[in-house]
């Protein structure tokens, strides 16, 4: 049973252009993240929000943001998006610290 | 800074026999990490498999089991018989105990069962 969702699932554009994904988790959990995923399968993490105050930023490019409406929803913005971000980037959840849940990823192409 | 380094790329293992998975770890916090495997089965999202916080302590789940050894800083994933429906990509990883937030995963292994 999926309780955080992620769109899309795929996305393919150019390089320059602006994209954004979408997560949104129905857990009832107060902190939300977006990992990256690159294409030597390592998993690291870029934010995490905990009721809209940005809790984590690990040297991530400025051309990333983060969007949260809610403590629901966390969307991911690529202001200008460049050929290293290609990647799988993965949504989770958690309560009070607690283990973390995922989406399923959304996956990017840069060309 | 923190890091998590586990068997690397691909194992094969036939069904039923024994599988140990390598996971050793460097953290930088004062006290002891949680340490947790999570394992992501062809076609769904990444999932928890089992967690451990206590330094001694075991976790398992789904036959799968895991000692927190704090002396070698290790966290090894075994199961003493494997069936085809264990085929899956299984990552270990940490979090540290002043900050509970960040997850810091190994690289992945893929585990396929061969019938």
């Known amino acids: 049973e999926t309780a955080v969702f992620q769109t899309p699932n795929y996305h393919v554009t150019q390089v320059g252009n602006e994209v954004s994904f979408n997560c949104k988790q129905t857990?009832?959990?107060?902190?939300m993240y977006w990992y990256k995923q690159d294409s030597k399968k390592l998993l690291k993490i870029m934010f995490s929000?905990?009721?809209?105050?940005?809790?984590v930023n690990e040297t991530v490019p400025r051309r990333f943001s983060p969007q949260s409406s809610d403590k629901a929803h966390l969307n991911l913005r690529i202001k200008s998006v460049e050929p290293e971000d290609s990647a799988v980037y993965l949504c989770a959840s958690s309560h009070r610290g607690r283990e973390q849940y995922f989406g399923p990823g959304t996956r990017l192409t840069v060309l | 800074g923190d890091s998590v380094t586990q068997t690397e790329g691909q194992v094969t293992v036939s069904e039923s026999k024994s599988l140990i998975i390598n996971c050793t770890y460097s953290?930088?916090?004062?006290?002891?990490?949680?340490l947790f495997w999570y394992v992501r089965y062809p076609g769904e999202g990444l999932q928890l498999l089992l967690k451990v916080i206590t330094a001694g302590q075991k976790g398992s789940s789904r036959g799968f089991e895991a000692t927190y050894n704090k002396e070698a800083t290790s966290f090894h994933l075994q199961k003493a018989s494997v069936q085809e429906s264990d085929s899956a990509v299984y990552y270990c990883?940490?979090?540290?105990?002043?900050?509970?937030?960040?997850?810091?995963f190994g690289s992945g292994t893929k585990l396929t069962v061969e019938p």
């Open positions: 953290a930088t916090s004062i006290g002891y990490p949680n």
């Open positions: 857990l009832g959990h107060d902190t």
């Open positions: 929000y905990n009721n809209k105050q940005l809790i």
């Open positions: 990883a940490l979090s540290e105990g002043t900050n509970y937030n960040v997850l810091y």
